[in-house]
C-alpha cells in the first residue's frame, strides 16, 4: 500500500490543477470540444492522422484524459488505424510529459516528494524493476495515466524501459476503447456519461484489478528487499 500512498500524494497535488481549471470554466465543454476536434480531424482526410497525434499529445500534457479521443479514434478511423494511431500518440504523449517532469518541472514535483519521506524507497524499487512496475501499472485502468506520466519521471526508471513498458502495457486498452468507439459509430454519441459497460470492459477491469493486486504485492516485496540492504549498509 505504500506505493499507491506515495503515487497517490503526487497525484492529488496534480489533480488539484484540474480542480483549479473547472473552477475557472475551462473544463466545463471539455468533452464537447474534443468532440468537435474529432470532427474536424474527420474533415482533414490524411492530414488527420497527424492532426490527432498532436492533438492526444497536447491533451496528454495538459493533463486531460485521452478516453474520448481514443473512442473518437475508432470512429473516425477503423479499428487497426485508430489503435496504431493512438498507440504512438499516447505513448508520445506519456514520453514527453515523463521528460518535462524529469527535466522541466522536477523542481516543483520534488517539493511534493519532500512531504513524502518513504518516497525515495519507492524510488529505488522502481529503480531496481521499473519496467515491470511501469507495464502492470498501464495495464490497470485504476492507474490514472496523465499523471503517471509526470510520477514517473521523478523515478529512477530510464526513459528506454519506461517508453517500452508503457506502449505495451497501454496496448489491451487502446485496441479496448478504440473497438468500442468504432462500435458507437458516431463522433456526437461518444459520451460515457449512463452507458453501461461491455463484456470486454468489464473484462480489462478484471485484469486491470488483478494487475493493481500484482502491483501493490510485487512493490511492497521490492521495498522491503531495498530498505533490508538499507539496513544492512
Same mark, same amino acid.
Given at each position: 500500500?505504500?506505493? +499507491?500512498?506515495q +503515487?497517490?500524494?503526487?497525484?492529488?497535488?496534480?489533480?488539484?490543477?484540474?480542480?483549479?481549471?473547472k473552477?475557472?470554466?475551462?473544463v466545463?465543454?471539455?468533452?464537447?470540444?474534443?468532440?468537435?476536434?474529432?470532427?474536424?480531424?474527420?474533415?482533414?482526410?490524411?492530414?488527420?492522422?497527424?492532426?490527432?497525434?498532436?492533438?492526444?499529445?497536447?491533451?496528454?500534457?495538459?493533463?486531460?484524459?485521452?478516453?474520448? %479521443?481514443?473512442?473518437g479514434?475508432?470512429?473516425?478511423?477503423?479499428?487497426?488505424?485508430?489503435?496504431?494511431?493512438?498507440?504512438?500518440?499516447s505513448?508520445?504523449?506519456?514520453?514527453?510529459? +515523463?521528460?518535462i517532469?524529469r527535466?522541466?518541472a522536477?523542481?516543483?514535483?520534488?517539493?511534493?516528494?519532500?512531504k513524502?519521506?518513504?518516497?525515495?524507497?519507492?524510488?529505488?524499487?522502481?529503480?531496481?524493476?521499473?519496467?515491470?512496475?511501469?507495464?502492470? @501499472?498501464?495495464?490497470?485502468?485504476?492507474?490514472?495515466?496523465? +499523471?503517471?506520466?509526470y510520477?514517473?519521471?521523478? @523515478?529512477?526508471?530510464?526513459?528506454?524501459?519506461?517508453? %517500452?513498458?508503457?506502449?505495451?502495457?497501454m496496448?489491451?486498452?487502446?485496441?479496448?476503447?478504440?473497438?468500442?468507439?468504432?462500435?458507437?459509430?458516431?463522433?456526437?454519441?461518444?459520451g460515457?456519461?449512463?452507458?453501461?459497460?461491455?463484456?470486454?470492459?468489464?473484462?480489462?477491469?478484471?485484469?486491470?484489478?488483478?494487475? @493493481?493486486?500484482?502491483?501493490?504485492?510485487?512493490? @511492497?516485496?521490492?521495498?522491503?528487499?531495498?530498505?533490508?540492504?538499507?539496513?544492512?549498509?
Open positions: 500500500m505504500k506505493f +499507491f500512498k +503515487f497517490g500524494g503526487i497525484s492529488l497535488e496534480i489533480v488539484g490543477l484540474i480542480i483549479i481549471a473552477q475557472l470554466l475551462l466545463t465543454s471539455l468533452n464537447g470540444s474534443l468532440q468537435n476536434l474529432l470532427q474536424w480531424i474527420d474533415s482533414l482526410g490524411n492530414v488527420g492522422y497527424l492532426a490527432f497525434i498532436l492533438v492526444y499529445i497536447i491533451a496528454t500534457i495538459f493533463l486531460i484524459s485521452g478516453l474520448i %479521443l481514443t473512442l479514434a475508432g470512429v473516425i478511423f477503423n479499428v487497426i488505424k485508430g489503435s496504431i494511431l493512438v498507440s504512438i500518440a505513448t508520445l504523449g506519456a514520453i514527453i510529459a +515523463f521528460l517532469g527535466y522541466v522536477r523542481g516543483w514535483v520534488k517539493k511534493q516528494i519532500e513524502q519521506p518513504n518516497f525515495q524507497l519507492i524510488d529505488e524499487a522502481v529503480a531496481k524493476e521499473g519496467w515491470k512496475i511501469v507495464g502492470l @501499472t498501464r495495464l490497470s485502468p485504476l492507474f490514472p495515466f496523465v +499523471f503517471l506520466n510520477a514517473f519521471g521523478v @523515478t529512477k526508471v530510464s526513459l528506454r524501459d519506461y517508453t %517500452l513498458a508503457s506502449w505495451i502495457g496496448i489491451p486498452g487502446t485496441i479496448m476503447y478504440v473497438y468500442i468507439g468504432s462500435l458507437i459509430g458516431d463522433v456526437a454519441s461518444l460515457m456519461e449512463g452507458r453501461e459497460k461491455t463484456s470486454l470492459e468489464w473484462g480489462l477491469y478484471i485484469v486491470g484489478l488483478v494487475s @493493481t493486486i500484482a502491483v501493490t504485492i510485487y512493490v @511492497t516485496k521490492i521495498a522491503k528487499e531495498a530498505l533490508n540492504s538499507k539496513l544492512e549498509n
